[in-house]
């Protein structure tokens, strides 16, 4: 998928990306009612599963609200993916799309299949679409596991523009988005609806980098240079320099001067050459004896 809502569609989410997953980033646990019934809740903190959890919590602590993140690939398919959802009860994927093209669950073939379909369809056939985010992104401060991490959300009216907005705004200004550092943060929030009383968890993404770093960061792409490693403001204002100060190549040497041109001949100046017995005026013909033209096969047809 083309990563945003009504926009091209690849056949699969992430076909760039060729690391593991090692583990989901969340902000939900699943909580107990007096009768003992599990139920969502959310939380103002990032919680990790998978079994490379217990990795992620002690390097950034049990109830981490701040974690810098860095991204693999400048594909929005690949890294900040966006797209409409629909689930069963039992939380299996029934379809996925951009508004347009989808990917839906066939009972009859017992695969998913590809079809063109608006949003009025796939919720007359299958159920409500819900908009949905997923970030996949690598942990600098991880350094004894090189893979990638994901984190989800459905907050379609707050966590998913704030991210989205900040990772687009930043590719175009940058060019790329690759080597960035960010910062994903979460804190939970009031509804500012009336009468309401619900606080819900709010994620953002922050970038490390000044906006004057990323113009210069833009100039530095431009002109083909490779990135490596993460760029922080101090990394970048280095290669730019660095940049700036290659010695200029010397000059080419002024190409030499054309040659005269020959002088033109006077026709009147060459001799006439004395004609052959036979020879006619007309080029490529001789005459036999009896003084018919015979056509002269040159070799050239």
């Known amino acids: 998928m083309?990563?945003?809502?009504?926009?091209?569609?690849?056949?699969?989410?992430g076909t760039g990306m060729r690391l593991p997953l090692l583990g989901r980033i969340k902000v939900g646990v699943k909580a107990k009612n007096a009768q003992g019934k599990e139920y969502p809740?959310?939380?103002?903190?990032?919680?990790?599963?998978?079994?490379?959890?217990?990795t992620f919590h002690r390097v950034y602590g049990e109830k981490p609200t701040k974690i810098q993140i860095v991204f693999p690939s400048n594909r929005v398919e690949d890294v900040c993916s966006e797209s409409y959802v629909?689930?069963?009860?039992?939380?299996?994927?029934?379809?996925e799309g951009d508004g347009?093209?989808?990917?839906?669950?066939?009972?009859?073939k017992g695969a998913y299949v590809f079809g063109e379909f608006s949003v009025e369809d796939v919720k007359a056939r299958l159920g409500e679409p819900q908009v949905s985010l997923t970030l996949?992104?690598?942990l600098p401060a991880?350094?004894?596991?090189?893979?990638?991490?994901?984190?989800?959300?459905?907050?379609?009216?707050?966590?998913?523009?704030?991210?989205?907005?900040?990772?687009?705004?930043?590719?175009?200004?940058?060019?790329?988005?690759?080597?960035?550092?960010?910062?994903?943060t979460?804190?939970?929030?009031?509804?500012?609806?009336?009468?309401?009383a619900s606080v819900f968890p709010v994620v953002t993404l922050i970038p490390n980098v000044s906006q004057e770093n990323l113009d210069l960061l833009a100039g530095y792409v431009q002109a083909g240079q490779k990135l490596r490693g993460v760029l922080t403001d101090a990394k970048i204002r280095a290669?730019?320099?660095?940049?700036?100060?290659?010695?200029?190549?010397p000059a080419l040497a002024a190409p030499a001067a054309p040659q005269a041109e020959p002088e033109a001949i006077d026709a009147e100046e060459v001799p006439e050459r004395e004609r052959e017995p036979g020879e006619d005026d007309d080029e490529g013909e001789v005459r036999d004896a009896n003084d018919e033209a015979v056509s002269l096969d040159l070799g050239l047809r």
């Not at 083309?2 to 989410?13: L, S």
């Not at 959310?42 to 079994?51: E, H, L, V, Y």
């Not at 347009?100 to 009859?108: D, Y």
């Not at 290669?239 to 190549?249: K, T």
């Open 239 to 249: 290669l730019v320099a660095a940049e700036e100060e290659q010695p200029e190549l």
């Open 2 to 13: 083309a990563g945003r809502i009504v926009r091209r569609i690849e056949p699969e989410i």
């Open 86 to 95: 629909v689930r069963d009860k039992a939380g299996r994927l029934l379809a």
């Open 186 to 196: 979460v804190e939970k929030v009031k509804s500012n609806k009336p009468g309401a």
């Open 136 to 138: 996949r992104f690598l």
């Open 142 to 184: 991880i350094p004894s596991v090189f893979g990638l991490w994901q984190f989800t959300t459905k907050g379609a009216k707050s966590s998913i523009p704030a991210i989205r907005d900040t990772f687009d705004q930043v590719l175009e200004m940058a060019g790329v988005v690759t080597n960035i550092p960010f910062d994903l």
């Open 41 to 54: 809740s959310s939380i103002d903190w990032f919680r990790a599963d998978g079994k490379y959890a217990e």
């Open 100 to 108: 347009s093209t989808w990917k839906c669950w066939s009972e009859k």
